[in-house]
């Protein structure tokens, strides 16, 4: 599923950037996204979102909806929220905002299930 979905999220996201983010503003997201605090930030979210949806196939109930950050990574997505980039980011899936994107990540997500499944 993942090698037949790549395309389209990879179709979705240029869209994204490229309709709703400014050259600086994709500067400002790479530069963050890039550096040590940023790409923990997207391990810890990954990793936090994996443990969901393993609880969820377990029918076990998740102990946190919000995923633990390192103080430093902390400090560094409160300051990347602050810029005009990370403000255009929903910081609890680190991902353009609904508002930014229209469709959601989610969204696209679920209908590619429903596609390939079909």
């Known amino acids: 599923m993942l090698s037949r979905s790549a ?19 994709l ?3 790479v530069a963050f996204f890039s550096s040590t605090e940023g790409a923990s930030a997207i391990a810890v979210q990954r990793t936090h979102e994996k443990s969901i949806f393993e609880s969820a196939a377990q ?27 990370g403000r255009k980011f ?6 353009p905002a609904h508002a930014v994107a229209g469709e959601s990540a989610s969204d696209l997500r679920s209908g590619l299930s429903s596609d390939i499944q079909n």
Do not use: C, H, W
């Open 27 to 29: 500067r400002e997201a």
């Open 7 to 25: 395309p389209a999220f990879t179709d979705y996201f240029a869209n994204v950037f490229s309709r709703n983010f400014t050259d600086s503003e």
């Open 59 to 85: 029918r076990k109930s998740v102990d946190s909806e919000e995923p633990t950050y390192s103080p430093a990574t902390r400090q560094a997505l409160d300051a990347f929220g602050k810029t005009a980039a």
């Open 90 to 95: 929903d910081r609890a899936g680190l991902v």
